[in-house]
């Protein structure tokens, strides 16, 4: 089993939707959770950390972090073409990622 | 301005052939990571640096050494380049948080392929 896995997708969402993302994690060793952003051909880049159970907002981005059940989500409100990236999330003890969910924005 | 820079973007060898993959960054960080990417199973960790000289097994080290000599600089080594090897390879950069390595600044990246 792998130690991070997400929900494959792709997913296709409508402009203005909300684009959800969940990652599940097996290593009980880790208590950040990042979340990445990867435009095609491009280098991931950071936009959400979380390391408290709860939600934690920044801007149109949620992140949802629930340890006891072992998933970290991450949401993506009025979703934007320019949210149209592949989304990788890791722990902070295992750093290798998940296979990353592809978002599609449909103007 | 956070820099990651990796010697080449694209890169075709030989099988067998021994094969450099330079990363340098500019931003002081104590921590340095290679990765490989291949599709459907996101960014596996070869092997990562938490200072000049140490250097920590990742979770696919088979097939590749490291070598960090200075603090600014980690190089991944093929020691004998094989076609399963063909793949991108990025290396990251990170300071080191209170939770372990915190934001990873990644490089552009190296397309490798062993022909």
């Known amino acids: 089993q792998k130690e991070v896995e997400q929900n494959s997708g792709p997913l296709s969402v409508p402009e203005g939707a909300i684009a959800s993302l969940n990652c599940t994690y097996s290593d009980r060793g880790s208590q950040s959770f990042f979340w990445y952003r990867q435009y095609s051909g491009k280098s991931p880049e950071l936009i959400m950390f979380i390391y408290s159970n709860g939600d934690k907002e920044d801007g149109r981005f949620t992140a949802q972090l629930n340890k006891a059940s072992q998933y970290v989500s991450l949401l993506i409100r009025d979703s934007q073409p320019s949210d149209s990236a592949t989304y990788l999330c890791?722990?902070?003890?295992?750093?290798?990622f998940g296979a990353g969910t592809t978002v599609t924005v449909r103007a | 301005d956070v820099k990651v820079t990796q010697s080449s973007r694209y890169l075709v060898k030989r099988t067998g052939e021994k094969v450099f993959l330079e990363c340098v960054q500019d931003?002081?960080?104590?921590?340095m990571f290679w990765y490989r990417q291949d599709p459907g199973l996101g960014l596996r960790l070869i092997y990562f640096?938490?200072?000049?000289?140490?250097?920590e097994k990742g979770d696919i080290p088979e097939g590749y050494s490291v070598s960090r000599e200075k603090k600014e600089r980690f190089s991944l080594i093929l020691e004998s380049a094989s076609t399963n090897q063909t793949s991108m390879y990025l290396c990251?950069?990170?300071?080191?948080?209170?939770?372990?390595?915190?934001?990873?600044?990644f490089g552009p990246g190296t397309r490798l392929t062993v022909t």
């Open positions: 640096s938490y200072d000049v000289k140490m250097k």
């Open positions: 931003m002081d960080h104590e921590n």
């Open positions: 990251a950069s990170s300071s080191r948080g209170d939770r372990g390595p915190y934001e990873q600044y």
């Open positions: 890791r722990g902070d003890y295992k750093l290798s």
